[in-house]
């Protein structure tokens, strides 16, 4: 809802690429989650998909050119109700239009009348989007205001396979949302930077069947890589077991399913990397012995299991920072006890650990893991504490970028 108490106006443009079909489960994600959202296609996207469909699934009528209901002006009037606007998939012609002032339909016409966030989601062969004319026409939105999304990288039309594939529609839902809560949570303010995030869970196995593990989904950790992304940086993901999430636009994956794989993986990732954050959760222990056949049920009680600790890969990244101004952030995922709630062990182990920044989060059921939204404290080592309140799991991710650019070297 807004502060109005109504629900979010979003305008969704699409543009004409082969893309356009996928624009349909952005609606329908958009339309699900409670927003009002009015489909103002081109002509030449109704030519991949037609009105029919997008009314169907907004309730709300379509067209594409500003002679369409005249009376209420809506080449005006759709840009300035909405909340937000986003154009999944935007061409390079429709960019290059909007990048030079025209409005030649209702599409154009209402971007230029829009003040709320505008996003667009490119989708083009990669010759397109690696183009002279492209890149400044990108340049220039960004330069404006214009969220402009890193496209993702995978199969084009035909046999092409290259970077230019609209995102995801879940990715792009998830960004929408995102600037819905914060329109200003996505600055270039991370180019030509390079950072590593750590994320989902690591496994120890016990035999070919069963493992140690713990809940954690990785959402976190791909909220971090997501946001990092589309503010500028080269991004490597370093992930565990995650419930399977599709790799973010503009993301280098690394996969390590245990916690020595995951710690060659991110000192590895980290050598070079200006910033390091360590939002996997990684298991303290081991086995000693790993069975090599299944563990068989038998007598009364169960052999005892034998344990051994796993290497600290926080603690050891800033006892051996590979890089002088690196920063290194941590996650502790806390309950209370008889010796202190959650913020007290928060505080304790960023003095053990020695990290630039810790985000510490209360765990426990429908809190933290495998849910869609987070909150918890960001502290420093020079004592700064900042409270990060409930939201989407990309505005936490927005708000912990936020402290770590101002302490890049």
């Known amino acids: 809802m807004t502060s109005q108490g109504r629900p979010p106006e979003v ?31 081109t002509e030449s996207a109704l030519q991949f ?14 067209a594409t050119g500003v002679f369409t209901d005249v009376p209420e002006v809506p080449h005006v009037a759709l840009g300035q109700h909405a909340d937000l606007v986003v154009v999944a998939p935007a061409t390079a012609d429709l960019m290059a239009r909007l990048a030079h002032g025209r409005s030649d339909d209702l599409l154009t016409a209402s971007l230029l009348t829009a003040r709320c966030p505008v996003v667009l989601a490119p989708a083009m062969h990669t010759e397109m989007w690696e183009h002279p004319a492209t890149r400044d026409n990108v340049a220039l939105l960004r330069s404006r205001g214009t969220v402009v999304l ?27 949302r995102l600037l819905l809560e914060r329109p200003d949570a996505l600055p ?27 809940r954690s989904s990785g959402r976190q950790g791909y909220a971090l890589a997501r946001v990092a992304a589309q503010r500028g940086a080269r991004v490597t993901l370093v992930a565990g077991h995650t419930a399977d ?68 890969i926080l603690a050891g990244l800033v006892r051996d920072t590979p890089r002088p101004g690196q920063v290194i952030v941590g996650f502790a995922a806390e309950t209370g006890d008889a010796e202190g709630d959650v913020l007290h062990h928060g505080r304790a182990k960023l003095t053990r650990k020695g990290c630039d920044l810790l985000v510490v989060n209360a765990v426990g059921e429908g809190k933290a893991f495998e849910t869609p939204d987070n909150a918890g404290w960001l502290l420093a080592r020079d004592g700064g504490e900042e409270e990060l309140p409930m939201g989407s799991k990309a505005l936490l991710a927005s708000r912990i970028w936020d402290a770590v650019t101002p302490r890049l070297a």
Do not use: C, W
Request: hydrophobic fraction near 45%; avoid cysteine.
């Open 150 to 176: 890193e496209p993702a990288a995978g199969r084009l039309t035909g046999a092409d396979t290259g970077k230019g594939r609209l995102p995801d529609p879940a990715e792009i839902f998830d960004l929408a």
């Open 11 to 41: 305008l969704l443009g699409v543009s004409g690429g082969i893309a356009a079909y996928k624009s349909a489960e952005l609606l329908r994600r958009l339309t699900e989650s409670g927003h009002a959202v009015r489909v103002i296609p």
């Open 245 to 312: 999430l599709a790799t973010p636009a503009g993301v280098d994956l690394v996969t390590a399913g245990s916690a020595a794989a995951m710690e060659t993986a991110v000192r590895e990732s980290a050598a070079g990397a200006d910033a390091v954050v360590m939002a996997a959760a990684v298991a303290d222990f081991r086995p000693v012995d790993l069975a090599t056949d299944k563990i068989k049920r038998g007598g009364d009680e169960p052999a005892p299991l034998r344990l051994v600790q796993n290497p600290d």
């Open 188 to 214: 270039r303010d991370l180019e030509g930077r390079h950072v590593v995030v750590s994320a989902g869970g690591t496994r120890e196995n016990l035999d070919p069947v069963r493992y140690l593990g713990n």
């Open 49 to 62: 998909v037609g009105a029919a469909t997008f009314e169907a699934l907004s309730g709300r009528p379509v």
